[in-house]
C-alpha cells in the first residue's frame, strides 16, 4: 500500500503538471513553471528511493518500511500546510485554465471538490492505514 502512494506520487505528476495546464501554460509565469517542473521531477526521484526502499534494500524491514512511510509522508503533509495557508500567499486549488474541479451534486446544492484534494486525502489514508496494519 506504500508503494501505491509513494508510485503514485512520482508518476501522477509526470502527467498532470508536466503539460499545458502546468509546466507549458503560456498564463503561468516562467518562474512558477521552473519550480512545478523542478517539484514534478524532485517527487518522482523520491518516489524511486521511497519504492527501492521498500523492495530492494531489504524487503520486509520494519525499519525501511517506516522510513519509506515517512518519506512518502512528507508530500502530503507539505499539501496540507499548503492548502491550510493558501490565503496567507493568494494561492488557489486550481487554475481557471487548468484541471477543473468536479462538480458533485448533494441536493439541491453543487460543491466543487478539487481532485487533488480527493487524491492526497485517499493518499493519506492509505499510507496511515499501511503504517497502522504493518
Known sequence: MVTAVAAGQG??????????THATNPLWPGHARF?????????TA???IEVVLLWWIAPGSPLLFHLAALL?????????IAT???KLYGGALHDPN???PVAIRLGDTVHQIDVNIVLVVAGGLVL?????IF
Not at 508518476?11 to 499545458?20: A, E, G, S, Y
Not at 519550480?35 to 524532485?42: A, K, L
Request: avoid cysteine; aromatic fraction near 12%; charged fraction near 10%.
Open 11 to 20: 508518476i501522477t505528476p509526470l502527467f498532470i503538471d508536466l503539460n499545458r
Open 35 to 43: 519550480h512545478v517542473v523542478e517539484q514534478t521531477f524532485g517527487l
Open 46 to 48: 523520491f518516489a524511486f
Open 72 to 80: 512518502t509522508s512528507i508530500p502530503i503533509i507539505a499539501f496540507v
Open 84 to 86: 491550510l495557508g493558501r
Open 98 to 100: 487548468g484541471i477543473r
Open 128 to 132: 496511515i492505514s499501511s503504517v497502522l
